[in-house]
């Protein structure tokens, strides 16, 4: 009876199989999720974002700002919007910018890097609770949309980002 119960029984290589398989859709899932782009145009997105934005805080912002804050030229995208705020005291931005090309989120993302070390950089020291908000700080690719945001509420802006698409 025993070597019944061991022949019905699945061996080590198929349990193997069988997690490597289920891995691998989990995988393909999230890569689509996560990779997927939107057909939505940039307006669509940009309003949904804008709409959640605390502008007592955040100012639209205009090329000029975009390319000093972040040596991102804006005519090098299909769609950009970048807010900040107006105070010296304070990190809170958030940018949305619609690539041309996947090869230029890479760029983006560096861009991001910069910003964010340069604003640790100014703020250590004597303002540790903006430093907080760096750290904190929302970035997502999705598709052709690159996200950024620092603010206290800026996992709800992403959240506004992410339902947009």
Known sequence: MTEEIRKNR??????AKYIVSVLII????????????????F???????????DTETLTRMDDRMLKRNFGLNSADYDGVMYYASTSSMSVEEVLLIRVDSRDQIQQISD???ERIDARMDAFEGYAPDQVRLLEDAQQSVR?????FAVSSRATEYR?????SL
């Open 10 to 15: 699945p061996g080590i290589s198929e349990i």
């Open 43 to 53: 307006e669509d997105v940009a309003a949904a974002v804008s709409g959640s934005l």
């Open 111 to 113: 861009a991001i890097d």
């Open 143 to 147: 598709g052709r949309y690159v996200f």
């Open 159 to 163: 959240n506004a980002f992410d339902t």
């Open 26 to 41: 989990i995988y393909v899932v999230l890569l689509l999720l996560f990779a997927s782009g939107s057909s939505k145009p």
